[in-house]
């Protein structure tokens, strides 16, 4: 496991709470530093934080991606707002944890993490003729750029890994909305209809009393 973490009281509780576990830990104190591990060390998952000198934990994680390295990233930071956590996700985290946060969370984030280990992904979804950059937060449909609200971009940014398979309303609302939100079902359905007049309405079919499903 490799910690990326400048603060050196956190780092070394992180460490230690790890290898309790039965982690083996290395320690990383700035971006150049991570990044140089994160390429060479063979870990098996990071754990890094947002706010480092000399390269922000965004980049780094942008870097590594760019490089088809697919290391699974848990990142940390202090912002919790819903940008903050989506630019992380985007830039190429698999997960984003806020500060404060509950050690057990952070194991079980980190399990699920492992479990899933890291197949290759591409830096750029394609399906048919769409073309979504989470860095970029780009989209295009046969080169013609679309502009897409946050909320937009998300939904198609699920939808477009799971090309030609029914995700369910409850899917979407918890993998594309905030937890803390109260959401109604319903704003999946307004939200499916912004997205079908920018992509094209035959490209997202409802599949009655199951969900909806990107045309491949």
Avoid at 128 to 145: M, N, Q
Wanted: aromatic letters at 6%; one cysteine or more; charged letters at 30%.
């Amino acid at each position: 496991m490799l910690v990326v973490e400048d603060e050196s009281r956190l780092a070394s509780a992180l460490q230690r709470g790890l290898q309790a576990e039965g982690f083996a830990v290395d320690v990383a104190e700035t971006g150049p530093a991570g990044l140089d591990a994160a390429r060479h060390g063979g870990y098996d998952a990071m754990i890094l934080d947002v706010m480092l000198p000399g390269l922000s934990g965004y980049e780094l994680v942008r870097l590594l991606r760019a490089e088809e390295h697919w290391l699974p990233v848990l990142m940390l930071s202090a912002k919790d707002g819903e940008y903050d956590q989506a630019d992380g996700l985007d830039c190429g985290a698999d997960d984003y944890l806020t500060k404060p946060f509950s050690y057990v969370v952070l194991l079980a984030r980190l399990r699920a993490l492992l479990r899933r280990g890291a197949p290759e992904r591409p830096t750029v979804l394609a399906v048919g003729d769409l073309r979504l950059d989470p860095a970029r937060r780009r989209v295009t449909r046969a080169d013609a750029e679309i502009a897409l609200t946050a909320r937009e971009f998300a939904l198609l940014d699920y939808l477009m890994r799971r090309p030609g398979e029914v995700v369910s309303k409850i899917e979407l609302l918890d993998h594309v909305w905030d937890a803390s939100d109260e959401t109604a079902p319903n704003a999946v359905e307004v939200y499916v209809g912004y997205l079908r007049r920018k992509i094209g309405r035959e490209r997202l079919e409802t599949v009655r009393g199951a969900g909806y499903r990107l045309a491949t």
